[in-house]
């Protein structure tokens, strides 16, 4: 029998016109005006329709090999298997701002934990930076997953990382090698997820779902959990 969901958390920051973003500029600008077209056609006809801007690395987002790596997959070849799975939430809320993510506390977290970090789940590590989403600073003002951390989660088989972090690399590394580790090695990421405090304890279903962009290196998703009605095994 297929688990219960119970609840579908939406894990994406929204898209919008000069949304917080450090990959280039949001625009949605209209093609279409319900007014003008009514105007136009006599009230017969009326829809709006907009055209979009933006780079493929913003807001809630996933990067792929082909980020870091110029045979890596794109976005387009990038098994949906990889995409969905179990979710497993590591808490390092505890790391403050400039703080290195410590493979001590990878472990420490897992261990907190009734699950192994591996192949077999979305390894999401929770920052709580979310909250600053937006602020003046925040991509370079938070915590970050050194290089030893980075190869020791490949060392273990993840598949894909996933974090409310807007960047993994340590911020005066402006040569990103901590992306480098990960894309290089075919693990994918997902940056800029919120809403993981509804997710303590809970037993879920991770979901990232990009556009099929042919020899795209990234792409804005919506992410999302499925919740599953508890049976008794308790929190994973």
Same mark, same amino acid.
């Given at each position: 029998m297929l688990p219960t969901v119970t609840r579908i958390v939406d894990l994406s920051h929204p898209m919008y016109s000069n949304m917080p973003n450090i990959g280039g500029q949001v625009t949605f600008f209209p093609l279409d005006d319900h007014a003008y077209l009514?105007?136009?056609?006599?009230?017969?006809?009326?829809?709006?329709?907009?055209?979009?801007?933006?780079p493929e690395h913003c807001g809630t987002h996933l990067d792929v090999p082909r980020h870091s790596d110029a045979d890596g997959l794109s976005v387009d070849q990038v098994p949906l298997e990889q995409l969905v799975l179990p979710g497993h939430l590591l808490d390092l809320r505890h790391r403050q701002n400039g703080e290195a993510i410590t493979i001590a506390d990878l472990e420490e977290a897992e261990s907190?934990?009734?699950?192994? *970090? /591996?192949? #077999?789940?979305?390894?999401?590590? !929770?920052?709580? &930076?979310?909250?600053? %989403?937006?602020?003046?600073?925040?991509? =370079?003002?938070?915590?970050?997953?050194?290089?030893?951390?980075?190869?020791?989660?490949?060392?273990?088989?993840?598949?894909?990382?996933c974090t409310d972090l *807007? /960047?993994? #690399?340590?911020?005066?590394?402006? !040569?990103?090698? &901590?992306?480098?580790? %990960?894309?290089?090695?075919?693990?994918? =990421?997902?940056?800029?997820?919120?809403?993981?405090?509804?997710l303590e304890g809970e037993d879920f279903l991770f979901v990232c779902l990009?556009?099929?962009?042919?020899? /795209?290196?990234?792409?804005?998703v919506r992410a999302v959990a499925l919740v599953f009605e508890q049976d008794g095994r308790g929190a994973s």
């Open positions: 009514s105007q136009i056609t006599g009230g017969r006809m009326a829809m709006e329709s907009r055209m979009i801007l933006m907190r934990t009734s699950r192994t *970090i /591996g192949p #077999d789940a979305a390894c999401i590590v !929770w920052t709580g &930076t979310s909250k600053d %989403w937006g602020k003046d600073d925040f991509a =370079m003002n938070r915590p970050f997953v050194p290089v030893d951390a980075a190869q020791w989660l490949v060392d273990r088989g993840i598949r894909l990382f *807007i /960047g993994m #690399d340590d911020p005066s590394e402006w !040569w990103w090698p &901590t992306h480098a580790v %990960w894309n290089t090695q075919g693990v994918c =990421m997902v940056q800029q997820l919120c809403n993981l405090g509804a990009p556009l099929a962009m042919k020899d /795209g290196t990234g792409c804005p």
